[in-house]
């Protein structure tokens, strides 16, 4: 206790000596960097370094008080100097303030707060996110910042990108194992590809959206379309980057565009992209195991056109341009139409303005004679 | 024809018969007019659902309760227009059985000769005008017309109500042709009757026999000579039947 005491006075004594010149300078630093640049780290070790440091929380919870020294030096925030009163404000001496919080969870609530001291912007996002939405409704185990970038390891959260899926999936774990059977997560992490989307690319990073929504639905088709209609990116693994402006000339997709333009809150059964490819474990189509593929169409079909028989999945011309081979009673009646409508409309639009002429003619020469 | 001018003195004003020659039956009135209406009716609730993207569609098209009602009239209108069609059909048959169709409507090398003689004339390289029976080579292609359009809209309209039936015995693929024809066809239609029959029967002369189902033998005379002489009319001079009032 002694020897705390002494080491206090030390600090104290050099920090007033500190303030003291830089007053006298006359510099003007930041309020943040003076905030976040605070030699505690050392001083708070000399008692959290102890792996044996515990106390018990009124719930019987066993809280432990190591802070291992080699995870902290590791974190993104140590090594810049902001150390550990850059976040923990209220502990300004020791014997430290009595804990409120009755266990670890209300501890986590209580202390997560101090982010936002700095990431203002992440963290009012996620305040308008369905996490906040859900803790707002009462659920303590809604996640909070710590819970996804850790408190005292705070890593950067997509080194590497598996990282995300693996972080979300500590919560979502049944779609995180969905997903990664899907084309996306398989070459996420077979070969670390930085192109296939992660959670966070469709879900928002820090104000995810609850995609049950109406309204996450009818926009989900663009969002695809964010990389699918890309065609420097699709042409890189030799897919087609017409899939959505097709889609788009579809019944559906014609269908949930108006939606989407007129009534994004109302709820609209016409398929989106998810419904037919599948939400979280869309597969390559030419895979026997995709929803898609030709040998599953039918039934994938039939999930919202019941008893509709085998003829039925020739009438989705699918993602294609109008072609002889594929389509061809489109072709065909396209054709026709290419001919037959400017035929018989430019015939009858001359037709009439000769007669017209004519008539005009007609008349001014009559009136002329 | 009308006298304007005050009459002279001491003369007799001469007595203006005017002749009115039956053209239409009351039945093929109500046949157009019912075509006229389901057609009024089918583009009105139609072309919105064709043109979503455009403002005044939009107007129309406010709630998806809305859409639900417009389609609804559209079936409707549709049902009568199917009914129409099975009516004249039907009766064609019928009379067609009974060796008492008339022909008149068919089209023939005549009219081919017609249209090329019109045009000629149109342009300047000939004086002739041809002369027509009861109807000209420009109403048979307004009606073969609206015959081949009417047919391939009803057509193509079942097939998109109810496409999960016609899939059970046909190909899939006809439903997006028929999406394709039917929305072409009718747009197609739409601004061909605007230029072609409405030019003929309100621009050019004002011709309402359809509705009154009369047409004066003055105008049976200029534009329909040999029926007008098969009626047994007076045998005019000569050939000079333009425009001339």
Not at chain 1, 192 to 219: K, L, M, W, Y
Not at chain 1, 230 to 241: F, H, I, Q, T, V
Not at chain 1, 299 to 327: D, F, M, Y
Not at chain 1, 341 to 356: F, M, Q, T
Request: proline fraction near 5%; charge should be negative.
């Amino acid at each position: 206790m002694a020897r705390f005491e002494f080491r206090r006075g030390w600090l104290t004594v050099s920090l007033a000596c500190i303030f003291t010149i830089l007053i006298a300078f006359g510099i003007a630093t930041s309020a943040r960097a003076q905030d976040q640049t605070q030699d505690t780290e050392a001083y708070c070790l000399g008692c959290h370094g102890n792996p044996d440091l515990s106390m018990e929380l009124p719930s019987g919870e066993t809280l432990s008080l190591y802070i291992s020294p080699d995870t902290l030096s590791h974190s993104v925030h140590s090594p810049l100097g902001i150390e550990c009163q850059a976040c923990h404000t209220e502990i300004t001496t020791y014997p430290h303030l009595e804990l409120a919080a009755q266990n670890q969870r209300e501890l986590s609530l209580a202390f997560y707060e101090a982010c936002a001291k700095c990431h203002s912007d992440n963290y009012d996002k996620a305040q308008d996110s369905v996490h906040a939405q859900v803790a707002a409704a009462g659920n303590q185990a809604a996640p909070i910042c710590t819970d996804c970038h850790g408190a005292h390891d705070v890593q950067p959260p997509d080194q590497p990108r598996t990282e995300i899926s693996t972080t979300c999936g500590e919560c979502h774990s049944a779609i995180s194992e969905e997903y990664l059977t899907s084309i996306h997560g398989e070459a996420l992490v077979q070969e670390d590809n930085p192109d296939v989307p992660v959670c966070t690319d469709c879900h928002g990073v820090h104000n995810i959206q609850d995609p049950r929504t109406s309204q996450f639905r009818i926009e989900s088709p663009e969002m695809c379309a964010g990389c699918h209609a890309d065609a420097e990116l699709m042409a890189k693994y030799g897919l087609s980057a017409d899939v959505y402006s097709l889609y788009n000339l579809s019944w559906h997709g014609v269908d949930v565009s108006v939606y989407k333009a007129n009534w994004p809150t109302i709820w609209h059964e016409s398929a989106v992209c998810t419904d037919c490819h599948g939400v979280h474990n869309m597969r390559a189509t030419d895979d026997p195991a995709s929803s898609v593929n030709p040998a599953n169409l039918l039934s994938t079909c039939q999930k919202c056109h019941p008893g509709v028989g085998p003829n039925w999945t020739g009438a989705w011309t699918g993602h294609n341009q109008i072609s002889l081979e594929r389509t061809p009673f489109v072709y065909y009646t396209d054709a026709f139409y290419a001919t037959f409508a400017p035929l018989v409309l430019w015939g009858s639009v001359i037709y009439v303005v000769l007669k017209i002429l004519h008539m005009l003619i007609d008349r001014t020469r009559r009136s002329l004679r | 024809m009308t006298q304007t001018n005050p009459p002279p003195a001491f003369q007799t004003i001469p007595v203006r018969t005017e002749v009115h020659i039956q053209r239409f039956t009351l039945g093929q009135r109500w046949e157009h007019a019912i075509l006229f209406l389901c057609t009024i009716v089918l583009l009105l609730t139609g072309l919105p659902q064709k043109y979503r993207d455009a403002s005044w569609s939009q107007y129309i098209l406010s709630t998806p309760e809305r859409v639900e009602l417009v389609r609804q009239i559209h079936h409707i209108a549709a049902l009568v227009l199917t009914a129409l069609v099975i009516y004249h059909l039907g009766r064609a048959i019928l009379l067609l059985a009974r060796r008492r169709l008339p022909g008149n409507m068919l089209i023939s090398w005549q009219d081919i000769r017609d249209a090329w003689k019109m045009t000629k004339h149109l342009l300047f390289l000939s004086k002739e005008k041809p002369v027509y029976g009861k109807y000209n080579f420009e109403q048979k292609v307004t009606y073969w017309f609206i015959f081949f359009g009417v047919g391939i809209m009803v057509v193509t309209g079942f097939v998109l109500w109810f496409p999960e039936m016609w899939t059970r015995f046909l190909p899939g693929g006809i439903i997006p042709a028929a999406l394709l024809a039917h929305s072409t066809e009718a747009s197609v239609a739409a601004v061909f009757i605007v230029i072609w029959h409405l030019f003929h029967v309100l621009i050019e002369r004002l011709n309402l026999s359809m509705f009154t189902g009369w047409l004066n033998a003055e105008d049976m005379r200029t534009h329909h000579l040999l029926e007008y002489q098969r009626l047994g009319g007076d045998n005019p001079d000569n050939s000079d039947t333009g425009d001339s009032q």
